[in-house]
């Protein structure tokens, strides 16, 4: 039996959320705001992990759309640092699927278990702060869709092991 190994990354505002499936279970996550600070300092967490999982896919979010120059450079950095290594690297957008991020985050926690104490819950005004493990849930929403949503060529590839 092969084994999946998937490494998805996301990233929101100053943080940047690792998550690690194998099989299709999650077995490692991570928020870092070091990754956030600035794509040198995400480059090197990203070699850590990398070093520590050896992921046989890295999915890195998309940087068309997002807003926040920094954001995106450290997604353009991540995804071109997870290239110059052997394992398969895609970047992929998150289909909108629920009213809103949190109750996607609600969905996917009940399909994960191992995440759902870091469900975060709504914000309550627009004026508060967005929880720092949201970053969580993008990163294994972009896992989710690629997984089991119908890209077979990914699939595959994650199979490969």
């Not at 090197?44 to 990398?50: E, F, R």
């Not at 997002?66 to 992929?92: E, F």
Request: hydrophobic share 45%.
């Amino acid at each position: 039996m092969h084994e999946n190994r998937l490494l998805a990354i996301a990233a929101s505002g100053q943080r940047v959320g690792f998550v690690f499936l194998q099989d299709q279970e999650v077995v490692f996550w991570q928020v870092s705001r070091k990754a956030g600070s600035s794509p040198k300092k995400a480059c090197a967490v990203l070699k850590q992990i990398m070093a520590n999982l050896n992921p046989a896919l890295v999915l890195v979010q998309s940087a068309d759309g997002l807003k926040g120059k920094k954001r995106k450079q450290v997604l353009n950095r991540i995804a071109r640092a997870a290239s110059d290594t052997p394992c398969l690297v895609q970047r992929g957008c998150l289909q909108r699927t629920h009213a809103n991020k949190y109750a996607a985050a609600a969905a996917l926690a009940d399909r994960h278990p191992a995440l759902a104490p870091h469900c975060p819950p709504a914000r309550q005004t627009k004026d508060s702060g967005e929880p720092h493990t949201i970053v969580l849930f993008t990163a294994l929403g972009l896992a989710d869709q690629y997984l089991n949503e119908g890209n077979p060529v990914l699939r595959a590839a994650a199979a490969m092991g």
